[in-house]
């Protein structure tokens, strides 16, 4: 099994900055693409932003500018630079991420989640 531990979710003021981080444990031969969505009471997940194992990065349209994905492949972490936050960007703030096993079998795996709330 895998687990996804995030943290560095809290309170910021608008135009404030925060920085989201993501470590993978368990039984873990390979990661491929890790990813960050979130959720705002009464919306669907959306995807924020996600980077491959090469280091390609994706942005949603609004966050584009302000956000900035990253992963440190030797500690098996993701992150996600928030800068400029708007109170629309307020969710619980969740990693993704997929993950093989030593047969090449590949599952994606989820972590519980942060709170981000933004807010003067």
């Known amino acids: 099994q895998v687990q996804l531990v995030e943290s560095g979710g809290g309170l910021v003021q608008p135009g404030g900055s925060l920085r989201l981080s993501c470590v993978a444990s368990?039984?873990?031969?390979?990661?491929?693409?890790m990813r960050w969505y979130r959720q705002a009471p009464g919306k669907q997940r959306e995807l924020v932003a996600g980077?491959?194992?090469?280091?390609?990065?994706n942005y949603k349209d609004s966050v584009k500018g302000r956000f900035t994905i990253s992963r440190d492949n030797a500690k098996n972490t993701v992150y996600l630079q928030m800068n400029s936050l708007k109170p629309e960007d307020t969710a619980v703030y969740y990693c993704?991420?997929?993950?093989?096993?030593?047969?090449?079998?590949?599952?994606?795996?989820w972590g519980q989640g942060t709170q981000v709330t933004v807010s003067s």
């Open positions: 980077i491959t194992s090469g280091g390609k990065t």
């Open positions: 368990g039984r873990i031969f390979s990661i491929g693409a």
């Open positions: 993704n991420a997929d993950f093989s096993d030593i047969v090449g079998h590949w599952s994606d795996y």
